[in-house]
């Protein structure tokens, strides 16, 4: 019954801000939550994780200063703060999380629930 449900996306123009949030049917602690993306045509690719109880955030290199992961243990929320957003960086962006921690963040088979994802367009 783990519900994972993202909210946020929209169409952005480049250069602008919006932020992502996924809602959490409960809190994965001593787990680790990420935020995926994909492109069509493309593989899902790693954006960006957060350990939920000590707060150490990893990010792709791709995305490394523009964006920002975080959490709100009281609301079980996590959030994705994009900045200075791309036209590459359209793509549906999804949560995810693990069940427990494997020592590893950025495959997607480190995880085990998804969310359906939230569509990001970036225009140029």
């Known amino acids: 019954q783990v519900q994972l449900v993202e909210s946020g996306g929209r169409l952005v123009q480049a250069g602008g801000s919006l932020r992502l949030s996924c809602a959490t049917s409960r809190t994965f602690s001593s787990t680790v939550m990420g935020w995926f993306r994909q492109a069509p045509g493309k593989e899902r690719e790693f954006v960006a994780a957060?350990?939920?109880?000590?707060?150490?955030?990893y990010y792709a290199e791709s995305v490394k200063g523009r964006f920002t992961i975080s959490r709100d243990n009281a609301k079980n929320t996590v959030y994705l703060q994009m900045n200075s957003v791309k036209p590459e960086d359209t793509a549906v962006y999804l949560c995810a999380a693990a069940s427990f921690f494997r020592g590893t963040y950025n495959r997607a088979y480190d995880y085990d629930y998804w969310g359906q994802g939230t569509q990001v367009t970036v225009s140029s």
């Open positions: 957060i350990r939920w109880s000590e707060g150490y955030t």
